[in-house]
């Protein structure tokens, strides 16, 4: 008979690995779809959580309606977001600096300096110790499926992503905006020339993306039970390493490598130490920098 | 650019010019993380610290004292830098903290070499006061915590434990603390293993630990892990009995936890609901300083560490030194603190008295056994 301590394990890093895609979808969404650096994510995520932990304990509202609230910042804060750390660097419209790298790549910094401050000004304003969520709204409650335990979060967490994952595929695949999201994407001087709005087109991906980055700071705060300002940061390295393993550019993929990434770690847990576990993570990107270039399901862009 | 620090940096610059012209001024530094991960500790530290020193320089005493804080970020390499600045301040005549051990300690070699005495409220690696003779501590290391909780476990009849505890240099004195104490006892320990600090799901390591089948858990954490640890404990269904050493001892654990945390017993060297007058006035400035909230045990230690200073201080007085703070704090003996009387031993150790104390209906409550 098979051990139900390997189900376990398995399910386990089935929901580690579904925790890792909720994350990861609104930021290849961004960073790989729209082929533009990002690393402010992890901050929209924390910035969800606390928007949602504020209207809890200012309301009590249904949670529904926290979602909503989390959705609507999410919005806002990538809109902003946007508009301060990137749209900068769009004010030259001459080709050379439309085809420059430098251009693009620098809002790597932008986008990190936006982050150190909303995470700097996210400790003054609540303090950097976890702060609880009230325990009526935490989603793990605990479910038993024959041998193996989970939570009612691992559930909602897996309709969640999954509806994030179809409805972007249908946005980016069936729809004009995705269409122009991808042609941005692909050649923004040339989007441009065939009369695409391209600041209109980037700014629906920022917020659009965000709002499924704060969606995912809510669920996890809720799922975990605790938010604090450095929240992000681990879930985003995660987002980033299944992003470029799945090939920067396709969804699906970053969803398959975050839950192979899951249940790596949490199989991991069995043969080594946990010390070691988050070594899986880091082990599989550089694997994949140096075997897989273009990523496991990638292949049609320019290497990672 | 750190904001915080700015404007910490100013206020003390402010300080020092507005005192200038006052009565004699003492100057001691603090390092503590301000922000990063560790910011929560540093950030209590700091209010704790801010207590001790309003009391001491309202008490009419002959000269002032003033307290540098500088902000490690819990990270060595910024530590150590802090070091070198502490000690190239001429006026500065005694160091407190760091908040742990790893970056107390590097910050210690410096220290070390220009003979600045150095006291923290928290460094319990055994390592760290055998650096020099400039290095004490107001905590119960774990070579003194770890046996007393095996022998707390062997007499409640756990022989077979498992002991889990943080990859940090603190972690790894839990375990060789308390599973050496385990072995001397004649019991077993069925399964040892380090995690990484802020790691969010347990639960593949609670399977694991759950297959080693052990009457009971030994954990080294701080609430923050200890919290996500103990609720998912509860959501695998998991009854095995939970121990932790004084630094889960936190009234964030149960905030935290919830009913999770139920049952878990610890020790600890301070109990805000101890009747004494000094514990009861320290808790109520805490209080106005914090919406109401209970100080948990590092403040409590942070308190007193800086009082043991500034007695140290003032018995070095007039024209203390670095060498003379140093031999008066060596001096200290049954120092009547919040976390019980303190002196230190030859190897500059805080003696600690530890209570014994279990979650009972979503409190700390002492136990006798």
């Not at chain 2, 009971?216 to 609720?231: H, N």
Request: proline share 4%; with cysteine; hydrophobic share 45%.
């Amino acid at each position: 008979m098979f051990d139900p301590y390997y189900l376990q394990q398995l399910a386990i890093g089935l929901s580690l690995g579904m925790t890792y895609a909720l994350m990861a979808i609104g930021f290849t969404l961004i960073f790989g779809v729209l082929n533009v650096v990002n690393f402010a994510h992890g901050e929209i995520y924390t910035l969800g959580a606390f928007a949602g932990l504020v209207l809890i304990s200012a309301t009590a509202p249904p949670i529904v309606a926290v979602i909503l609230g989390a959705l609507a910042i999410g919005a806002l804060a990538g809109f902003s977001l946007e508009r301060i750390a990137f749209k900068p660097f769009r004010r030259f419209t001459d080709e050379a600096s439309l085809k420059s790298r430098a251009m693009r790549e620098s809002t790597l910094l932008s986008s990190l300096a936006v982050s150190i401050v909303v995470r700097e000004a996210l400790e003054i304003v609540f303090g950097s110790q976890m702060r609880s969520v009230p325990f009526e709204y935490l989603i793990n409650t605990p479910v038993r499926v024959g041998p193996v335990i989970l939570v009612t979060g691992d559930f909602i967490i897996f309709g969640v992503a999954a509806a994030m994952l179809i409805g972007l595929q249908y946005l980016l695949t069936r729809t004009r905006v995705g269409l122009a999201i991808r042609a941005v994407s692909n050649n923004p001087l040339g989007a441009k020339y065939v009369g695409i709005d391209t600041d209109r087109t980037i700014i629906t991906t920022f917020v659009v993306g965000s709002m499924m980055g704060a969606a995912a700071g809510i669920l996890m705060g809720l799922y975990y039970g605790a938010v604090f300002p450095a929240m992000g940061f681990t879930p985003g390295i995660k987002a980033f390493v299944a992003m470029v393993m799945g090939g920067l550019s396709s969804i699906p993929g970053a969803v398959i490598c975050a839950l192979i990434l899951g249940i790596s770690e949490s199989m991991a847990t069995t043969f080594v130490s946990s010390g070691w576990s988050d070594m899986v993570a880091y082990g599989f990107l550089i694997l994949t920098l140096i075997f897989f270039p273009n990523g496991l399901f990638g292949a049609r862009r320019e290497r990672v | 650019m750190n904001f915080r620090l700015l404007t910490l940096t100013t206020l003390t610059a402010a300080g020092i010019a507005g005192s200038a012209f006052a009565a004699d001024t003492v100057k001691l530094g603090y390092q503590l993380p301000l922000t990063g991960d560790t910011a929560q500790y540093g950030q209590d530290f700091r209010k704790a610290a801010e207590i001790a020193l309003t009391e001491f320089n309202a008490a009419g005493k002959p000269f002032k004292v003033e307290i540098v804080f500088e902000d490690s970020r819990s990270d060595a390499k910024e530590g150590t830098n802090i070091a070198r600045k502490f000690v190239d301040d001429k006026e500065i005549v005694g160091v407190l903290g760091d908040f742990t051990s790893g970056v107390s300690m590097a910050a210690a070699q410096v220290y070390k070499d220009a003979g600045m005495p150095q006291l923290s409220q928290t460094a319990s690696h055994p390592d760290y006061t055998k650096i020099s003779k400039y290095q004490f501590r107001n905590i119960a290391t774990q070579a003194q915590e770890g046996p007393y909780n095996a022998k707390w476990m062997a007499t409640k009849g756990f022989k077979n434990v498992a002991v889990i505890a943080e990859q940090t240099d603190w972690g790894q004195s839990v375990v060789s603390g308390f599973s050496d104490a385990v072995k001397a006892n004649g019991g077993t320990v069925a399964f040892s293993e380090f995690f990484n600090r802020g790691l969010k799901d347990y639960r593949s390591l609670i399977s694991k630990i759950e297959r080693a089948k052990p009457d009971a858990i030994y954990t080294g954490f701080f609430y923050e892990d200890g919290a996500q640890f103990l609720k998912q404990l509860q959501q695998l269904g998991i009854k095995t009995p939970v121990y932790s050493t004084s630094a889960a001892y936190s009234p964030k654990l149960i905030e935290l936890a919830g009913g999770a945390a139920e049952g878990v017993h610890l020790t600890s060297n301070f109990l805000p609901t101890d009747p004494s007058p000094n514990v009861q006035h320290f808790v109520d400035e805490w209080k106005k300083r914090s919406d109401g909230a209970v100080p948990g045990q590092f403040p409590a230690q942070a308190y007193d560490a800086v009082r043991i200073m500034l007695a140290a201080v003032e018995k070095a007085s007039p024209n203390p030194t670095r060498e003379k703070v140093r031999d008066a704090l060596a001096q200290t003996k049954d120092f009547p603190g919040v976390t019980g009387k303190t002196s230190f031993s030859a190897d500059r150790e805080a003696e600690k008295e530890l209570v014994k104390v279990e979650v009972k209906g979503g409190a700390f409550v002492p136990v006798a056994d």
